[in-house]
């Protein structure tokens, strides 16, 4: 189902790996290290939700479909 691959995997390459990327590419004890871990602490949790929420609300809306 394409709503399951946009919500799940597209966010997980459009949004979750790039935080990833630049999380892995600062110096955690630098001031910009704790600002970025704070923006992906918060980005990347928002995000992982909606990969979470997305393929289960796909789930749910193929069931009834079926029914």
């Known amino acids: 189902d ?5 919500g799940g995997s597209g966010v997980t ?3 979750n790996v790039p935080l990833n990327d630049r999380l892995a ?3 955690p004890a630098s001031p910009e290290g704790a600002e970025l871990w704070h923006h992906y602490l918060v980005a990347w949790t928002r995000w992982n939700t ?3 929420v997305a393929p289960s609300v796909s789930l749910v809306l ?3 479909a079926m029914v």
């Open 2 to 6: 394409s709503s399951s691959r946009a």
């Open 50 to 52: 909606v990969r979470t």
């Open 25 to 27: 590419a600062v110096e």
């Open 13 to 15: 390459s459009a949004l």
């Open 62 to 64: 193929f069931v009834l």
